[in-house]
């Protein structure tokens, strides 16, 4: 089974750090292009980080760039979103995904942790 697994969400103050967890199992996560999502309260899904299979290009958006750095550790097939500085505008169920190629619409999904940025 493809199953992707997201951890590490809770509330978190203005400024503060949070880090995410994809645990994948049912595939390598290294031979895809895996990435973070996130969908805040009355918005549509907007994408946050992928990297790109092959080459390892990784790409960020532009409103938390500086601030989110994505990683994976190979070994423990798990993808990493490391927060830091967070806005309240951050505030999301944030999502991983894996598909062959970066894209909005990725064929595998998990099913998101909370992300809450709040005083």
């Known amino acids: 089974q493809v199953q992707l697994v997201e951890s590490g969400g809770g509330l978190v103050q203005p400024g503060g750090s949070l880090r995410l967890s994809c645990v994948a199992s049912?595939?390598?996560?290294?031979?895809?292009?895996i990435g973070w999502f996130r969908q805040a309260p009355g918005l549509e899904r907007e994408g946050v980080s992928c990297?790109?299979?092959?080459?390892?290009?990784?790409h960020y958006a532009d409103s938390v760039k500086g601030r989110f750095t994505v990683s994976r550790d190979n070994a423990k097939n798990t993808l990493y979103l490391q927060m830091n500085s967070l806005k309240p505008e951050d505030t999301a169920v944030y999502f991983c995904?894996?598909?062959?190629?970066?894209?909005?619409?990725?064929?595998?999904w998990g099913k998101g942790t909370l992300v809450t940025v709040s005083s």
């Open positions: 995904a894996a598909d062959q190629i970066c894209r909005k619409a990725m064929d595998y």
């Open positions: 990297i790109r299979s092959g080459d390892r290009d990784t």
């Open positions: 049912g595939f390598t996560l290294d031979q895809y292009s």
